[in-house]
């Protein structure tokens, strides 16, 4: 069936350090966005990618959406502790039901 | 403008009981979808009213059920619990469909014993 995988599964990163996070389809995606989840939070929307190749920045954070539309990533430049959760990617599959398939997330601890 | 609700909060049941689950969306949005977290399984899509409709549903039991009411607001029920239901409910709420923006609730923590 149709899948959206991410790695990595863990993180533990020094603050300061860069991270990145990566979401891959198995099949093409229409738009992918990316929630973030705090500790004992719920998930909150971050960006949502549409166009093949297309760069979103949000200050330290970069996302990319690749050209064959079936990947993704999340690079965040010089950690902080406020950058502690969960990333979640999410793909919407062009099929006649229009799916919105989540990835398993990536959790992301930063040692100060 | 008021955030996504749910209620209750938290929810202690024993096995072979039910329960149901309540969610507000945000005022004016039609969409309203339910995922299951948990640990082990991450976020599992159960299912996207729109309009009163279920318009998707994910593979989970059919003990497992939801509806939508004329306001948006939408309910999901859960039948003959078992321990595996233990998890976190969160509920979505989208302006149109659920491929837009999705804004969560604070979800329904339901362990079972």
């Known amino acids: 069936g149709q899948q959206v995988m991410q790695i990595p599964q863990y993180q533990h990163v020094q603050e300061g350090e860069d991270f990145t996070t990566y979401c891959n389809s198995s099949t093409t995606l229409s738009n992918i966005q990316w929630y973030k989840q705090r500790p004992g939070g719920h998930p909150v929307f971050l960006i949502q990618l549409v166009k093949s190749g297309e760069v979103k920045k949000q200050k330290r954070l970069t996302f990319q959406f690749g050209e064959a539309k079936k990947n993704s990533s999340l690079h965040i430049t010089a950690t902080q502790t406020t950058d502690v959760g969960t990333y979640f990617c999410?793909?919407?599959?062009?099929?006649?039901?229009?799916?919105?398939?989540f990835g398993p997330g990536t959790s992301l601890s930063v040692i100060p | 403008k008021a955030g996504v609700t749910q209620t209750p909060r938290y929810l202690i049941k024993t096995r072979g009981q039910q329960v149901t689950l309540s969610c507000s969306p945000i005022s004016g949005h039609r969409s309203v979808s339910w995922y299951q977290q948990t640990p082990g399984q991450g976020l599992q899509f159960l299912f996207e009213?729109?309009?009163?409709?279920?318009?998707n549903k994910g593979n989970f039991p059919g003990r497992f059920s939801g509806r939508q009411f004329s306001n948006s607001r939408s309910e999901m029920n859960v039948s003959t619990l078992e321990l595996g239901d233990s998890a976190l409910y969160l509920c979505?709420?989208?302006?149109?469909?659920?491929?837009?923006?999705?804004?969560f609730g604070p979800g329904t923590r339901l362990l079972v014993l």
């Open positions: 979505a709420s989208s302006l149109l469909r659920q491929q837009e923006t999705q804004y």
């Open positions: 999410a793909g919407r599959v062009e099929t006649s039901y229009d799916k919105v398939i």
């Open positions: 009213y729109f309009s009163e409709t279920q318009r």
